[in-house]
T-cell receptor, first 115, second 115 residues
Framework: AQSVTQLGSHVSVSEGALVLLRCNYS??????LFWYVQYPNQGLQLLLK??????LVKGINGFEAEFKKSETSFHLTKPSAHMSDAAEYFC?????????????FGKGTHLIIQP | GAGVSQTPSNKVTEKGKYVELRCDPI?????LYWYRQSLGQGPEFLIY????????DSGLPNDRFFAVRPEGSVSTLKIQRTERGDSAVYLC?????????????FGPGTRLTVL
């Protein structure tokens, strides 16, 4: 069984500040991990994914995440927040790289950017 | 090319009615997934098709839910005897093939409201 816990349903940061969105996972097999972003009235868009290559994964829009097996974490960061980053962010886990089974998502974190 | 499309974008129905939700995957994508996203929650996996066959339907909540993909392209999610608890956004995703690291691309969803 797999599960994802996202700490903080809402995170507020100032424009230009560091963004840190937390994700912890539980998996009985080596996990594959994903971060998706959802803008209002749009579909989920993949930000980045970890598929057991490099533990530090760089994604689109300046986001990156680091897989830490000892902490069962896959936190998402961005050095400097932009107003356009305001959205809902979902962490997800899979037992495959995403192309062979359904993803298990966390409940999401709503990122608010303060001007 | 075009992304995943879903129709209708909104569907309002009455308790007990039958509804069909349609998903058009990205052209050439052989894998197709359905998810359900309730308010304030992350997407929940329902069913996964590889070609015409359902490879994993373990997420379907009960036998009122059924999905088909007769020609390996368009898929229809069918809900019989709808209940108020079925109200949610139904998301469809597709991926290129059964590759281990293929990315799932999501559509904008169909918002179903059961009165």
């Amino acid at each position: 069984a797999q599960s994802v816990t996202q700490l903080g349903s809402h995170v507020s940061v100032s424009e230009g500040a560091l963004v840190l969105l937390r994700c912890n996972y539980s998996s009985s097999v080596p996990p594959y991990l994903f971060w998706y972003v959802q803008y209002p009235n749009q579909g989920l868009q993949l930000l980045l994914k970890y598929t057991s290559a490099a533990t530090l994964v760089k994604g689109i829009n300046g986001f990156e995440a680091e897989f830490k097996k000892s902490e069962t974490s896959f936190h998402l960061t961005k050095p400097s927040a932009h107003m356009s980053d305001a959205a809902e962010y979902f962490c997800a886990v899979s037992s495959s790289g995403g192309g062979a089974d359904g993803l298990t998502f966390g409940k999401g974190t709503h990122l608010i950017i303060q001007p | 090319g075009a992304g995943v499309s879903q129709t209708p974008s909104n569907k309002v129905t009455e308790k007990g009615k039958y509804v069909e939700l349609r998903c058009d995957p990205i052209s050439g994508h052989t894998a197709l997934y359905w998810y359900r996203q309730s308010l304030g929650q992350g997407p929940e996996f329902l069913i996964y098709f590889q070609g015409t066959g359902a490879a994993d339907d373990s997420g379907l909540p009960n036998d009122r839910f059924f999905a088909v993909r007769p020609e390996g392209s368009v898929s229809t999610l069918k809900i019989q005897r709808t209940e108020r608890g079925d109200s949610a956004v139904y998301l469809c995703a597709s991926s290129r093939d059964r590759g281990w690291t293929d990315t799932q691309y999501f559509g904008p969803g169909t918002r179903l409201t059961v009165l």
